[in-house]
C-alpha cells in the first residue's frame, strides 16, 4: 500500500498515486485498504493520480478530437454560444474571459462547459437542474458548424465511463470519511473542455493559463495533455509542486464542496496551470459536485471544540454560483 511521502517538514513534495484497481472489487476489505490510501491522500495533499481508472483511451482521443475540433472554429461560431448568454454559465468562455486568481489579470485559457444531461430524449430535454440558482439548459455548437459533436459528448461523456467513474469515487470517498458508501447520494456533473494556447512574446506574470485557485465542487477528475508540464499544486509550504502527466493516469483533486463538508479535514488544494511550452495544450476536467439544492453541511464528526465550524452553511448551488460570478465577472 503506497501512503503519501512527506519531507521531514511534514510539507507533502510529490502527489501520491493511488492505483484504482479494486474501486468495484465485492471484497469490504480490498475496498477499505482502497479507501485508507485516499483518506491520506485527502488529508494531506488533496490530490492524487489514479491508475487502472478504466476509462479506455479511445474515449479520451474521441474528446479529445472534438475539443480540438470546436477551439478550432471562428470566433463568431463560438460567441454564439457564449456564456454570458446563459443564466447558468454554461457554453463558451473566450481566452481571457475568467480571472481565477484576483492577483492575477486573466486566465490565457477558453472553455466549454456542459452539465450532465440524459440524452435518450431529444438534447436539452433534461437540463441538469431543473431549477435553483444554476438552473438551464445546456448550449452547444450547431450541428452544421460542428457535426457529431454533441452525440460525440453524449455516447462518450455522459453515458459513459467517465461518468461511471466519479459515481464509483464518491462511495471511495465516503468511506474514507467513515461514512456508509452511499453517503454522498446526489450528484451535479459538470464537463469543461480547456485550451491554453502557447504563451509567446514578453510573458507577463500576472497573465498565465489558470491563475491558482480551488475547485468549487466535491472532487474533479483531470485528463491533461501528454508530456506537458504545466498544472502546479501549493504544498503546505507555500511551494509550487509540479504536477506533470504520468502515463496511463488521470488527476483527481478534492474541491471546496468536500472542504466544506469535512471541515477542512479533506483539503481543497490550490492550484494552477501555466503553459509556457510554445504549443498548443488541452486539458479536460470532470467536475462532480452534489446536487445543487443540498446543504454543504459538515458531518457531526469533523467539527468538535478544538475544530469550530469553519463555514457557513449554504447549499451547494449557491455557493458554485458564487464562486462563478466570482470569477467571470457578471
Ligand atoms: O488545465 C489544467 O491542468 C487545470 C484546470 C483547472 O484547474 C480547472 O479547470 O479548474
Ligand atoms: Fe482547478
Known amino acids: 500500500m503506497s501512503l503519501v511521502a512527506i519531507s521531514e517538514d511534514g510539507h507533502f513534495q510529490e502527489v501520491p498515486v493511488i492505483d484504482l484497481k479494486d474501486i468495484r472489487s465485492n471484497d469490504p476489505v480490498l475496498r477499505g485498504a482502497l479507501a ?17 481508472h478504466g476509462i479506455p483511451e479511445h474515449i479520451i482521443d474521441g474528446v479529445l478530437e472534438m475539443s480540438k475540433r470546436f477551439f478550432a472554429l471562428s470566433t463568431e461560431s463560438k460567441m454564439k454560444i457564449e456564456h454570458r448568454k ?16 484576483p492577483e492575477n489579470a486573466g486566465d490565457l485559457q477558453e472553455g466549454f462547459e456542459f452539465g450532465w444531461e440524459e440524452f435518450d430524449a431529444a438534447p436539452n430535454s433534461h437540463p441538469s437542474e431543473e ?34 467513474l466519479g459515481k464509483a469515487m464518491f462511495p471511495l470517498f465516503a468511506l474514507a470519511l467513515n461514512q456508509t458508501e452511499n453517503f454522498f447520494d446526489d ?69 471546496d ?24 495544450r488541452y486539458s479536460i476536467p470532470l467536475f462532480f459536485g452534489t446536487d445543487y439544492n443540498v446543504k454543504l453541511e459538515p458531518i457531526p464528526s469533523c467539527v468538535s471544540p478544538d475544530r469550530p465550524l469553519k463555514y457557513e452553511v449554504i ?16
Open 187 to 255: 450528484k451535479a456533473t459538470l464537463m469543461k473542455l480547456l485550451h491554453y494556447p502557447p504563451q509567446t512574446g514578453a510573458v507577463d506574470e500576472r497573465v498565465i493559463g489558470i491563475g491558482a485557485h480551488t475547485d468549487w465542487e466535491c472532487f474533479t477528475i483531470l485528463w491533461q495533455q501528454p508530456e506537458l508540464q504545466a498544472l502546479q499544486v501549493l504544498n503546505s509550504d507555500k511551494k509550487w509542486i509540479n504536477a506533470p502527466p504520468i502515463p496511463g493516469t488521470l488527476v483527481i483533486n478534492l474541491g
Open 36 to 52: 485508507f490510501q485516499v483518506r491520506d491522500a485527502c488529508m494531506r495533499v488533496g490530490f492524487f493520480y489514479v491508475s487502472n
Open 86 to 101: 446563459t443564466s447558468n454559465f454554461k457554453g463558451y468562455s473566450p481566452l481571457l474571459s475568467g480571472n481565477n486568481d
Open 315 to 330: 447549499t451547494a448551488g449557491e455557493y458554485v454560483k458564487s464562486r462563478l460570478q466570482a470569477t467571470y465577472n457578471h
Open 257 to 280: 464542496q468536500f472542504a466544506r463538508w469535512t471541515n477542512d479535514i479533506f483539503k481543497s488544494t490550490v492550484h494552477r496551470a501555466i503553459n509556457r511550452s510554445g504549443v498548443r
Open 131 to 164: 431549477s435553483g440558482p444554476m438552473a438551464g439548459a445546456n448550449v452547444w455548437p450547431s450541428e452544421l458548424e460542428l457535426p457529431g459533436f454533441l452525440q460525440c459528448m453524449a455516447d462518450r461523456v455522459c453515458s459513459h465511463s467517465a461518468v461511471n
